[in-house]
């Protein structure tokens, strides 16, 4: 049986007229089995349809901030770069795969923040100054150690795979998820109350967390969600 496909979505620099994707991610994917494919953003909707039918999951990683209007709001000050045409693709790509499909879709950091958002969920813009929240842009940490810990919920998907109602993980973002999406049950909290991990009702493998479990290589709950990922992959054929 070939390896399953995985698609990953690029970072866009637009001004700079560049993609770009973090190694982690293609390395955790191949090492759980499964091949990476990098998603660019597409000029036409067509072409990204037709290359979500060619992949058997989708991983949509980290990157800059979301557009506030994409959830009914509008930039109050503290959002970052943002880039409406990522935003634009990545929402569709959740849409499609979610209501077409039963392929699995993994959503990283700004990856479970767009998961949430096409889902009709809201984010907060940020998350130090929108309080009382500690600091969850924890920068100043190596990727690989963790810096809070996160409550998982009893009976969730997260739950089954890790085994654990406990995790480590690391923080690198600002913003967070406020009010989940619609068909989107909160997997993991952390301590101060941020939404860490979302999941999809019904769905075999649709899971969004606020942390990075690619940077986490010598955790093995976290190598734990890519081998899960890949084996719901093969399965959702
Ligand atoms: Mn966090």
Redesign the pocket.
Known sequence: MRKPLIGISCNYEQDLKRFSVSEGYVRMIEAAGGRPLLLPVYSDMEDLHEMLSLVDGVLLGGGTDIDPQAYGETDRGKCGPIVPVRDRQEIEIVRYLTGHTDKPLFCICRGAQILNVAAGGTLCQDLESEGPYWN?ARSNYPGHVPC?TVQVKKGSLLEKITGTPRLG?N?L?HQ?MRKAGKNLKVAAC?QDG?I?AVEMDGKAFVLGV??HPEKMTDSPEQRLLFEAFIEAAKSGR
Do not use: K, R, Y
């Open positions: 969850h809070h993980v923080s973002h967070g952390s941020v860490e606020q942390w």
